[in-house]
């Protein structure tokens, strides 16, 4: 294991990418046959209905959530806690595995950078992962610009065809209003001048419709929101089929069915609806499916992705996005609900650092140095600042689910300000557990993955949707 | 083997695809190392940069080049022939195999089809090679689509900012005149509605620079073209630096290395240079490279493609695109050229119904039966119309290859006439040979698998540029 | 490919074991499943049962058998042109594989060496071949010894016990006459001290029971000479049970059966009905069965392999050890006879110098210079040797089995000697066809290869057993 | 998992070796490259030079060995402990494995049976670790009697041939005493007609030279003993070479290599140096190697097993045979001794039923219901019979080993009984864990085997052989 003290994330990744085993060996491990694998180099696609078709009968896994307090400019580290706790589960010999989100291209050109975690928990392979995986964006470009093609197409034959020749194509009238155009274009990347366009100008009739109209990045389309949300492939049919891609001269919606594109747009999605394999640094499993913005949509991985983990795991992890108050909130009343799936424990993700900004701590500012407060003990702001974390914690019990409090450790937290935490943890009545998987991989995550353990293990409580 | 004349073609195909080894044995049967191909579902891609590293001092094998006589709405079967002439060397035993294009998503979408090759002779499998493959096409869209985002966006900071914060980023001013972009967008689709776009007009300086351009289909983009005759990866970045994506307001070109953005389409761009494995119904290897147009560019697969499979095969077959006058003409004087190979043998396929056609026979209309004199012996027009087929094979013999006259039998052929065409080659020069593939795969290819393995065993000659 | 004349068999054979496929690519090039192979290092096992279960309906290959004129001190190379003619089959692009025996351990240790075939003709892997390959004669032997330690014991417990106690085993006496034992001990080397053993003296009634006896070399037990002709497993557990070990006090045979140890003597060689998989240099598939003796036994390779081999190959080659009078023979009415298959071409083998010597040429002693008739040309004691080809040839007529006459070219050979058999055989009515595979592998096999396809094509004939 | 109180072990073996992964699963998952491990059905052999070679500067995991207290007609289950240790240790998400000894044919036959372990505690796959493995016993077997084969050949040369014609050979006449002969001939049987033989009588010279021998069981041979503490391959020729086979007439010993045949024996050897791969019913990895006989050998697996395994895997877990007087002392003074390693941790392994015993319970008699003092509590018989397991943790400790005890739990034992048990360990400061792997598997194992971690994890002590 190397320090990532001393190492940085992409040699981290490198050296375990080296010693990365085969496809066939995790196969085997997750207990696949040999033809519910699609090879596509080092991250194969997992053949989603095959799998649960063979395995329907099968019971589902403890499904864990990960979720954090407020977030603060100083950062709580949820992906980095997720896949911790995936290497910490697998040191303690359980059957692990989770699913995360694909990030885009569109960040990636724009230098943000797509690691998903840090340090020795951190996911892999690295240059794959950042450079679109096995082509799920690609697909739902294609999808999602074929859409807006057919239906520019359409009033452009509308408007140059009598009845008699429309009906001999064979289509009837759908009189779109131009004026009330819902669909658009997309491309994965960030293009400004994309914003607002003008097309379909020009003498002659064979320029297609004029309009205005815009080019998205591609993770934005409202196909992916729905592969995050699809239980199958009908499911992902049926929801393209209702998309409202414009409305009528009548104010009646027009929708992708209508247009008669919804076939052909999901046979372009036809492999998405296969997770992604990749693998943490200590080479235990974990998934890639769906990345849709957290803004606009719902922000986690998909509905798939945890279907399929729930039965090739023993214990799935996954991470709902932002804080608990929309993260959480979105994962349990809308993917929840949508799925039918109740996750055993969600894991509510702090750092001291974080808490004590929380507490009233000064402000932080790019390039200055870190106020004193943040690097030496200071027991009031944190106690002042857990407020945020119980308040997120009760949310979690509303609900019904298991909440267990991780702290992500840094070095400059002092024993006397985990021991805090500890003690408020006990009066609430909440799991607690000292973390430090960046530093330690799964080695570090010994206490969470044991805390999370007992709260799965613990009989279940009736739900709430909140 | 199934009968054409009874089972469609899918159906072939689907029958030969449940038949098909594994791709480990497809990668030992060439000779390849494990690493040096890479999964990809059933058409995994050949590591190009790898191989030809190992193999760079093996002799080349033989170059087999088809092409065919002058166009007609009859149809002559080059692609036919080539996949057909692969299965007939294979049933002689040969290590054979072949590099064809692959088509482009638009025309698919708009039901042109896209299967190689027909009857026995056909390329699989059919929806992989229908339906983008393993991504190239996408590939080629973000890299291009990627340098017009940067150019737009220079233009727009160039605008917005002064020369001293245009240091700061670091840019100096390129001066790029809007009446002169050369660029574009791209979509692996038609669209008429995107001809003419007009983009980033708005309020505000943050919705790019205004100009007019335009959306092409993908397999268009002066991209494809340069996959298509890159030698290898620093070839391939070379050129892509070289584009002229507009001028500046004095004249100059302004290229994409001006624009620094050549690095990164060259990095989406990656995984293009690697020739993806198909094959033929009868299980005979056959790669795919590359898809430019032949109207705007080569039309032919690529350069790496060829140098690639001369390694890997003794008897490598790749076919021209059009007829000998453009497609030959092309094939010789520019990618041979650029290439720096020199085909052995050269096919020239025609059919007794074309040919007539060239002689003078009536005009063939869509939807109206065929006139008697194609279905009928007609040995007056069929000397005539060879013509045609002796004006290409005298352009071949021009350039120092050996030509191969193929006779792609139809059943309506009489004997009589295939004597004639026998007779006229005898007199001319030049081998002839009659092939059944369509109908008989391998088996019926054997002459003139026999006849190409004979030319390419006489002696060279020394090599003219037309 | 190495040339012959300077590298020896050994060095052929070490450059084309590192070229070797995997034993994966073998078992898809001969359609076979995954779990139809048993795996075993370079020369696996093929699972007889399930092989012929899944294939029963698929029509047999070609049957073809390499038999020689009578054999002289010169050599004819019966197994170099078997092998040599797979190679040519396989460079006509035929789908060919053949079956040899298994060399004993006994020979190799005593210097006399294992190759089967030479040159370019050559079967690998040489160092698993000579040393016991995958274990069958270990098998045999422990099987064999199994029925001799039974047999002794039986007989000590009946000397030892009365009735009632025999009873109690339960075991009825069987009387056996100790002057009249049949079976005896084996062991895989020649051991002459081992030809006359006492057994069984000594005090008490614990040391066996005293008889004469002795040990013979594995390969010649009765139990492989049952290999060898066996149809499948329960064929040779009946056969096992037949065996007579020895006469009971009254002249009544006591057989493996009614000692009991016919079963476990079976479960010895349960392996042992698979044929292993070897591989000429040119990498052609061929099995390897049974080692039976050809002066005590069938002296050839088993049915179970030329059954196995019918329904993998289109092509089967095996051969039927000594010349065509005794080897012809065994092969044609006893082991066709029990197998009731029917070989549709025998090649016969002939060398210049062996015909010559045939037609009464000079002797030929060890360490002295060859008689100058045998390096030079004289057509006359040829013409005269070929007597003894024709009445080989007129023996495989009177079967219904076509002949083809292979002339196994030495160097010294002039083309006077060469055209005379041609003109002799073409007088016969024979097919001859001159081969070159010692120096050329399947390259210099091709006109015996071609002759074989032509004869096997012919009208088949009633059959005659001779 | 199945309830070995309902189903047999045949049963449990069968269910766990359905599931069994593939060889390559478990190759990667120990490390190992495609070409070091050698392919043999589902049991291949692990290449023991090549892995040595790569892995030499990696340091070794911990080394646990299995012993017991003085063994009773009740059992104490070492091997099922092992076995549950191994599966434990796994569970707790240990990179684990072992080494045990492979059994011998013999007793097989003689219907003793051969499992290793029970219940969930299993070794498999069971038909072939039952019947021969990968024939290493065929190999000794051969091996051996090649060497009386030359032994007696060379006495009948020496007699036969003259000074001069024995120098032309070239030998030099060793005069091997008739009357001092060491070695003999083995089989994989018990024979008790063998134990005196009488061979090479007879008229003439041919028939070997006439002298008295015997034929033992293979496992006993010397060569199996050699093979278990052999380092290497050179030590183990090496030691093969030192064999006194005979004396000669001046009682000088008469070694394998004077005889010239140590070379080829151990060529007949060379694959008997690489482990066997094995598996638990948990699939956790057990190599198997080497089978000699405790009465007259090391009676335990392999240095070379251990050595291996010490470099695959971080817990190594192997077994002394017999009780810790006999089996831990041979163990520790015999085979660390000339292997140079020393064990972290014995597991001295006692049930409650045999410490009754010894602690002057009744006698147990074969067919008659056990006394009652065995199924019903008795504190005092069982704190009497602990002075037996002390005594053995007392040698452990003086060896500078750390010693675990382990009560293997039966379903009569009560819960006063086991806590006297943990009182007189912690009385005795060693540590104490009850174990049910038999019915539980790993799970059933987990309190041994965190003890075992334990122990390894404290600091190391001086050694002291015995």
């Known amino acids: 294991m190397l320090d990532p003290t001393i190492y940085k994330d992409w040699q981290i990744a490198e050296d375990a990418e080296a010693r990365l085993p085969s496809v066939d060996y995790f196969r085997e491990k997750m207990g696949l046959l040999p033809d519910e694998i699609i090879p596509y ?51 303690l010999g359980k059957n692990v595995g989770g699913c995360l989100r694909q990030p885009s291209g569109g960040p990636t050109m724009n230098v943000k950078g797509t690691a998903a975690g840090g340090g020795n928990a951190l996911l892999i392979p690295m240059t794959e992962f950042s450079l679109g995986l096995t082509g799920d964006i690609n697909d739902i470009t294609n999808a999602h610009n074929l859409g807006m093609v057919a239906l520019n197409a359409r009033m452009q034959h509308e408007r140059n065809y009598d009845d008699e020749k429309l009906a001999s194509i064979p289509l009837k009238r759908l009189d779109i209003d131009p004026e009330r155009i819902e669909w658009n274009f997309v491309m994965d990347f960030c293009c ?13 009739t064979m320029n297609g419709f004029p309009m205005e109209t815009r080019t998205n990045i591609a993770v934005s389309s409202e196909l992916m929101a729905i592969l995050a949300v699809a239980r199958d ?39 998405t609806i296969n997770p992604t394999l990749c693998y943490t640094v200590e080479h235990q499993p974990c998934l890639v499916h769906a990345g849709p913005f957290a803004n606009i949509a719902i922000g986690q991985s998909s509905i798939i992705g945890d279907r399929l983990a729930l039965k090739l795991f023993d214990y799935h992890v996954t991470e709902s996005g ?23 424990v969600s894991v509510v993700v702090a750092t001291i650092r974080a808490l004590k900004m929380h507490g009233g701590g000064p ?65 609430q009545g909440v799991r607690c557990a000292l973390s430090e998987h960046w530093q330690y991989g799964g080695e570090g995550a010994l206490e969470l993955a044991q805390a999370v353990i007992d709260a799965c293990n613990e009989p279940e409580e009736p739900i709430h949707y909140l």
Chains 1, 2, 3, 4 share one sequence.
């Open 322 to 344: 932002f804080a608990a108050d929309i993260g959480f909130e979105k994962f349990w009343n809308v993917k929840c609900r949508l799925s039918g799936l109740k996750p055993h």
């Open 363 to 427: 402000e932080v500012r790019p390039g200055r140095p870190l106020p004193k407060e943040y690097v030496e003990e200071n027991l009031e702001l944190l106690e002042k600042g857990c407020e945020n974390l119980f308040h997120h914690v009760k949310n979690v019990k509303k609900s019904g689910i298991k909440p267990v409090v991780c702290i992500n450790k840094f070095y400059t937290d002092t024993d006397a300000e985990v021991a805090l935490i500890r003690r408020l943890c006990e009066e």
């Open 41 to 91: 180099g080092r991250t194969p696609k997992l053949d989603f209905l095959k799998i649960m078709e063979r395995l329907k009968d099968k019971p589902d896994g403890k499904y864990i959530e990960v979720t954090a307090i407020t977030p603060t400019p100083l950062g709580e580290g949820k992906s980095t806690t997720s896949l911790g706790l995936i290497e910490g589960l697998g040191k």
């Open 192 to 204: 400004q001048a994309l914003r607002n366009m003008k097309i379909g100008y020009g003498e002659g």
């Open 233 to 271: 492939l009908p499911d992902l049919r049926d929801r393209i089929g209702k998309i409202v891609m414009a409305y009528d001269k009548k104010g009646n919606p027009v929708t992708a069915e209508d247009l008669e594109v919804a076939g052909a747009m999901t046979a372009w999605m036809r492999n």
